[in-house]
């Protein structure tokens, strides 16, 4: 039971993929822990500099470069502000780009709510109050089991 | 324009989550981009040692490492196999946990053929055809926008 590969995907052997994968090049600009909480903190409204530091628990040094590496790849927006007193500081917002990393960061969530221990927040939708999924599905509307998703016929 | 946060998340002020969030739990399991490409190979079929060390490109003590931490995690098992005239090797398969990574690698893919360059594979529905895409739906089945989405009401 796998994900089904097609044309010159299927017939790779064994070559690397690289910047030929979208997967990978995803990985390139959000490919670690520290960037994703990030993200996370910036899909919860708060893109403090000083509220990500203190949120995802890092240094300032690593928190200002993973967060340059987003700005730098179109996935944040950052803007000054400057509290009484304090030097000048930047917050930062998500790109259109950068909200559709929706799924990846609802997915990550989805996965170790169920498979890790701990438990998480509920996650549902204001209108009605039901639960919120990350679904596979296709364009005609059809939820998508593992097997029958298609990978790699030529476009 | 973000996710809202109500409950004890929206007070949780500059407090790291940590351990309760199911977010950084998972990235504890698969947060980095070795792991999450030696698990774009299983789910790609190529489940062999050998294969996941060429194909992912990196050393066979990264691959190692990587693999044992995913097998320690539940999400993969490992079998042992053996062609002629080569030491035992092992092959590895996705566990059911492992198998509900599916949302994450195809979110990942998703965001990387929309948003940066090189182009990817077609991902389509076996049985009807159409592109397979990674959805936010709740479970009365409406499309959910970011604005909608509600995190942490108390479970």
Redesign the interface.
């Known amino acids: 039971?796998?994900?089904?590969?097609t044309?010159r995907?299927a017939q790779?052997g064994?070559?690397?993929?690289?910047?030929?994968?979208?997967?990978?090049?995803?990985?390139?600009?959000i490919?670690?822990?520290t960037t994703?909480?990030l993200l996370?903190e910036?899909?919860?409204?708060a893109g403090r500099f000083?509220?990500l530091v203190?949120?995802?628990?890092v240094t300032e040094a690593v928190a200002a470069q993973r967060l340059r590496q987003l700005v730098d790849a179109?996935v944040l927006t950052k803007e000054p502000y400057r509290e009484p007193g304090q030097r000048t500081r930047h917050a930062y917002a998500?790109t259109e780009?950068g909200?559709?990393?929706?799924?990846?960061?609802?997915?990550?969530?989805?996965?170790?709510?169920?498979?890790?221990?701990?438990?998480?927040?509920?996650?549902?939708?204001?209108?009605?109050g039901?639960?919120?999924?990350?679904?596979?599905?296709?364009?005609?509307g059809?939820a998508?089991a593992?097997?029958?998703?298609?990978?790699?016929?030529?476009?």
């Not at 064994?14 to 600009?29: E, H, N």
Request: positive net charge.
């Open positions: 039971m796998t994900v089904r590969l044309g995907l790779r064994d070559v690397a993929l690289g910047d030929r994968c979208p997967i990978d090049r995803t990985l390139q600009v490919g670690n822990r994703l909480l996370r910036v899909f919860y409204g000083d509220a203190k949120r995802v628990g179109g998500l780009s909200h559709d990393l929706l799924p990846v960061v609802l997915s990550l969530l989805q996965w170790g709510d169920s498979h890790t221990r701990g438990g998480g927040p509920a996650v549902t939708h204001a209108n009605c039901e639960p919120v999924r990350v679904e596979v599905r296709c364009a005609a059809h998508v593992e097997d029958d998703v298609v990978v790699g016929s030529g476009r």
